[in-house]
């Protein structure tokens, strides 16, 4: 069938064509030979690759560099195929000459061939750059991909931003300046902007994958290095190896956005930093680098005290307008539930929302206090502590889906407020059930840090996105659906309260550890030995008591 409508077709000497399913499938010799198509006699060629503009009287096809208008005489639509006639008067016009030649006077525009040589050009373009040069002494040619037909790039060239259209055809580029801009911040050397970082009290450094490029003062001293000790180092004196690798893979799949992750550094003494990282990809004289801003644990303390002072602010007055009208609320729900004017269901579930408000109230209460209850501050055995808080029915309910698993061995103790503790945990191990899976354990280890009680709440959870994490534990801030981002707040008060510090380690899609680290207190005798004192005392009396002292200290002088 398609040899019979070929022959037949090719009995005419205008061209012809027939278009099914947006493919030329059959073609005539006038056609053939009009677009340079005779090598190709028995292919099926996509319109898309060839026709540049169709209406109901013509198509311009892009054909071997020639822009070749086609005008059509007759179209008949037989079911899904059709057969163009083309009228036997074209107009060719060299496709390459015409797309640089246009705007002469304006605009910046050469063709090259495939190697990057000049052929011709604009004449503001010939001006710029003569004929047989090199256009790659202007574009950065590591920018430019050989196998993307329509691209566009965007570089510096002597403090300016360029924006270039690349169109690659036929073994020629067209290289069309579509934008140039001279931006005030470009106008600033690279001296001026070192001395501008040097003020900041944010840790700022540039880097690629293998050296640092530039630190400023502030992260020489968070480093405890010696100013420009770091500049021209390997990023791997700085950073654990096995830390290193995860922060390069991560790079080499980075597109062009921030990507925030949790690092380990190594200090100027040897010892480790664990602190939150920014990374952002920069391009600079064509070179890829890398600024990361390094969170510092004082500066994020701070704004959050400043931010801890807004919200107690606004919590003071929040929680007295809303308690108010929740009393009288509770009231009538107490007198509808005795009367039964609600069914007993909706009652019960106006209740838990009513209890759920009252919860929030109290955390606007809490955070209004300005320091803790100092009459109820004592002495507290972590040991005893923690064990007593997993006996608790609120705890029990809280964790009966995910088993609380303990490890506390030692005997610590701590001065601080049990009832502070208390809620300070069960938020942590609150938001721990939260995200885990239904029988997914949920660990409480109690172990030191130098002088310091280190509490750790673990999940295998969903984890935080580092993206997310630097948030945490700002005002009003949640990653839940019904969150109020009070939670957390509480929590870095009431460890700030003791003296102490929070910290939390996370990856998405494997769990989160909270790291709860409180002052140790020093106790000079155990327990036991001073009820063993007491003992004797009452059993031997005073005397004896001298006398077993004068005794001990001469066995001590030999």
């Known amino acids: 069938m398609k040899a019979m409508v070929t022959e037949l077709l090719n009995q005419s000497n205008v061209p012809q064509c027939v278009i099914y399913d947006d493919e030329i499938?059959?073609?005539?010799?006038?056609?053939?030979?009009?677009?340079?198509l005779e090598k190709k006699p028995d292919l099926n060629i996509p319109l898309a690759t060839i026709l540049s503009y169709q209406s109901m009287e013509k198509w311009v096809v892009e054909t071997n560099g020639m822009n070749v208008q086609l005008d059509i005489s007759h179209a008949v639509l037989d079911q899904e195929y059709m057969l163009y006639t083309f009228a036997g008067k074209t107009k060719k016009e060299d496709v390459r000459l015409n797309i640089v030649s246009n705007d002469q006077s304006k605009k910046l525009r050469w063709l090259t061939d495939e190697a990057g040589k000049i052929i011709e050009g604009s004449e503001v373009g010939r001006a710029f750059l003569t004929i047989q040069d090199s256009v790659w002494t202007f574009v950065p040619k590591e920018l430019y991909n050989p196998n993307d037909k329509k691209q566009v790039l965007t570089f510096l060239y002597q403090q300016i931003e360029y924006e270039v259209r690349v169109i690659t055809y036929s073994g020629y580029m067209l290289f069309d300046v579509v934008r140039a801009e001279q931006r005030v911040e470009q106008l600033i050397t690279r001296n001026e902007l070192i001395n501008i970082l040097d003020l900041?009290?944010?840790?700022?450094?540039?880097?690629?994958?293998?050296?640092?490029?530039?630190?400023?003062?502030?992260?020489?001293?968070?480093?405890?290095?010696?100013?420009?000790?770091?500049?021209?180092?390997?990023?791997?004196?700085?950073?654990?190896?096995?830390?290193?690798?995860?922060?390069?893979?991560?790079m080499q799949a980075q597109q062009e956005e921030i990507m925030y992750r949790p690092i380990k550094l190594i200090n100027g003494d040897g010892s480790l930093l664990y602190t939150m990282c920014a990374i952002l990809p920069v391009h600079i004289?064509?070179?890829?680098?890398?600024?990361?801003?390094?969170k510092q644990p004082h500066q994020t303390s701070k704004r959050r005290e400043e931010a801890m002072k807004v919200a107690s602010r606004l919590s003071a007055s929040m929680a007295h307008e809303l308690r108010n009208p929740l009393t009288t609320i509770k009231g009538f729900m107490q007198l509808y539930a005795e009367t039964k004017a609600i069914p007993e269901s909706q009652v019960k579930t106006i209740n838990a929302e009513l209890t759920q408000m009252e919860k929030i109230i109290d955390d606007y209460v809490f955070l209004a206090k300005q320091k803790g209850m100092v009459e109820n501050k004592?002495?507290?055995?972590?040991?005893?502590?923690?064990?007593?808080?997993?006996?608790?029915?609120?705890?029990?309910?809280?964790?009966?889906?995910?088993?609380?698993?303990l490890s506390v061995s030692d005997t610590y103790y701590i001065h601080g407020y049990a009832q502070e503790l208390d809620i300070l945990f069960f938020n942590l191990i609150g938001n721990a059930v939260d995200a885990s899976q239904s029988a997914t354990s949920i660990e409480i280890r109690v172990t030191t840090d130098y002088n310091q009680l280190c509490v750790q709440v673990i999940d295998k959870g969903t984890g935080i996105p580092p993206n997310r994490l630097y948030l945490l534990g700002q005002p009003f801030f949640s990653s839940k659906e019904k969150g109020t981002g009070l939670g957390l707040m509480i929590c870095h008060k009431i460890v700030e309260l003791h003296g102490g510090r929070m910290e939390i380690k996370t990856k998405a899609g494997t769990g989160t550890?909270?790291?709860?680290?409180l002052p140790l207190k020093a106790v000079s005798e155990n327990r036991d030995v001073k009820r063993v004192k007491k003992g004797f005392q009452q059993v031997l009396g005073q005397s004896e008591t001298r006398m077993l002292t004068n005794i001990n200290q001469r066995s001590h002088s030999k």
């Open 25 to 36: 499938i059959i073609r005539n010799d006038a056609f053939n030979k009009l677009l340079g």
């Open 200 to 250: 900041s009290n944010e840790c700022y450094i540039l880097h690629d994958s293998m050296t640092i490029h530039y630190a400023n003062k502030a992260t020489h001293r968070y480093l405890g290095m010696n100013h420009t000790s770091l500049i021209g180092k390997p990023v791997r004196h700085h950073i654990q190896e096995r830390e290193l690798k995860l922060v390069k893979e991560a």
């Open 285 to 294: 004289d064509g070179k890829k680098l890398f600024v990361s801003v390094l």
């Open 378 to 405: 004592k002495t507290i055995e972590i040991n005893s502590y923690v064990r007593a808080l997993a006996r608790k029915e609120e705890m029990k309910e809280l964790v009966k889906d995910n088993p609380l698993l």
């Open 513 to 517: 550890i909270v790291q709860v680290y």
